[in-house]
Nanobody, 124 residues
Framework: QVQLVESGGGLVQAGDSLRLSCVASDSTLNRYAMGWFRQAPGREREFVSLISGRGGSPYYADSVKGRFTISRDNAKNTVYLQMNHLRPEDTALYYC?????????????????WGQGTQVTVSS
């Protein structure tokens, strides 16, 4: 069974940086796009970023564009999310997702595998 394990979350102040990691248990996922979503309390899970299997073609939500950078290291079965200039509104549980089923990558239903999430809290 495929597992995705996120790490790197924490409590930081506004303006600080964090780097999230997501390790996949199965190297076959390296050929597929991987993404990051987040869910704040009382809100829907929302798309944050996506990267293709080869590490190109990154996409970002407008709310994080210019502040967040997605990357991957297929030798380590790992995708990263570098988050700079964090804001209180970035506070959420961040999820890693893999294996797109459809092209509607902003939708949670488009992804087959999910991690359990890592909490990011940004204080003002």
């Amino acid at each position: 069974q495929v597992q995705l394990v996120e790490s790197g979350g924490g409590l930081v102040q506004a303006g600080d940086s964090l780097r999230l990691s997501c390790v996949a248990s199965d190297s076959t996922l390296n050929r597929y796009a991987m993404g990051w979503f987040r869910q704040a309390p009382g809100r829907e899970r929302e798309f944050v970023s996506l990267i293709s299997g080869r590490g190109g073609s990154p996409y970002y939500a407008d709310s994080v564009k210019g502040r967040f950078t997605i990357s991957r290291d297929n030798a380590k079965n790992t995708v990263y999310l570098q988050m700079n200039h964090l804001r209180p509104e970035d506070t959420a549980l961040y999820y890693c997702a893999s294996r797109l089923k459809t092209s509607d990558y902003v939708l949670t239903t488009a992804w087959l595998y999910w991690g359990q999430g890592t909490q990011v809290t940004v204080s003002s």
